[in-house]
T-cell receptor
C-alpha cells in the first residue's frame, strides 16, 4: 500500500491555538496533497507539495515534506472554529496516476 | 473557476434499480476520477479516466460501470447494488494526471435499500 498513517486521529484545541497534523507514506512520491472535508461534504484542496519541495505556505497553512522520513506535516496557525473539519493527506506515487488517501485527522476547534 | 459539479446530491435506490451518477467539469481537465467514501473513512479510488479512456479500474465490481462521454462529463452507472454500496461517491478532475492538483465535487450520497 502506498499510503501510511496520519496522526493524531483526532485533535481538539482552543480557538487561536495552532494545530499540527502529521502524515506518513510508504513509497516514493511525485507529490503530496492536503485536503479538508467538512462533515458530509466534498473535499476542498488546500495545498500540493512536490517531492522536490520542502515547505509551502498558503495563508495560515504551512506544509512541510521530509522525503527522507517519508512524512509530511500540516500546520494551521491561529485556528478558528470554522477550521473544524477532517483533514486528509493524499499522495501520488512516483510513477503512478493514483491519489491515495491517508486515514485523516479530525480537528475540532473550540470557541 | 475550480468547480466539479455532481448530480444528484442524494439518491435512494432499490437493489434491482438502475440509476446513474453524473459529474461535470468545465476547467478543460483531461483526467477524471471516481472515489467512494464510507462514513468516517478516507476516500477510496474506484476509476481513473485519462483523455476519455479508462486508465485505472481498482478491481471495482461490475455493478458499477463508468462512462466518459466527452472530456467534460463522467458518469457512474449503477445496477443491482447491495446495501453495503451505500456511501458518498466523489467525482474529481485534474489537468492531465495525478501530478496536478485534483479538484473534488461535493459528492453524491447514495443509499441502497
Amino acid at each position: 500500500s502506498q499510503q501510511g498513517e496520519e496522526d493524531p486521529q483526532a485533535l481538539s484545541i482552543q480557538e487561536g491555538e495552532n494545530a499540527t497534523m502529521n502524515c506518513s507514506y510508504k513509497t516514493s512520491i511525485n507529490n503530496l496533497q492536503w485536503y479538508r472535508q467538512n462533515s458530509g461534504r466534498g473535499l476542498v484542496h488546500l495545498i500540493l507539495i512536490r517531492s522536490n519541495e520542502r515547505e509551502k505556505h498558503s495563508g495560515r497553512l504551512r506544509v512541510t515534506l521530509d522525503t527522507s522520513k517519508k512524512s509530511s506535516s500540516l500546520l494551521i496557525t491561529a485556528s478558528r472554529a470554522a477550521d473544524t473539519a477532517s483533514y486528509f493527506c493524499a499522495s501520488v506515487g512516483e510513477y503512478g496516476n493514483k491519489l491515495v488517501f491517508g486515514a485523516g485527522t479530525i480537528l475540532r476547534v473550540k470557541s | 473557476d475550480t468547480e466539479v459539479t455532481q448530480t444528484p446530491k442524494h439518491l435512494v435506490m432499490g437493489m434491482t434499480n438502475k440509476k446513474s451518477l453524473k459529474c461535470e467539469q468545465h476547467m478543460g481537465h483531461r483526467a477524471m476520477y471516481w472515489y467512494k467514501q464510507k462514513a468516517k473513512k478516507p476516500p477510496e479510488l474506484m476509476f481513473v479516466y485519462s483523455y476519455e479512456k479508462l486508465s485505472i479500474n481498482e478491481s471495482v465490481p461490475s455493478r458499477f460501470s463508468p462512462e466518459c462521454p466527452n472530456s467534460s462529463l463522467l458518469n457512474l452507472h449503477l445496477h443491482a447494488l447491495q446495501p453495503e454500496d451505500s456511501a458518498l461517491y466523489l467525482c474529481a478532475s485534474s489537468q492531465w494526471n495525478s501530478g496536478n492538483t485534483i479538484y473534488f465535487g461535493e459528492g453524491s450520497w447514495l443509499t441502497v435499500v
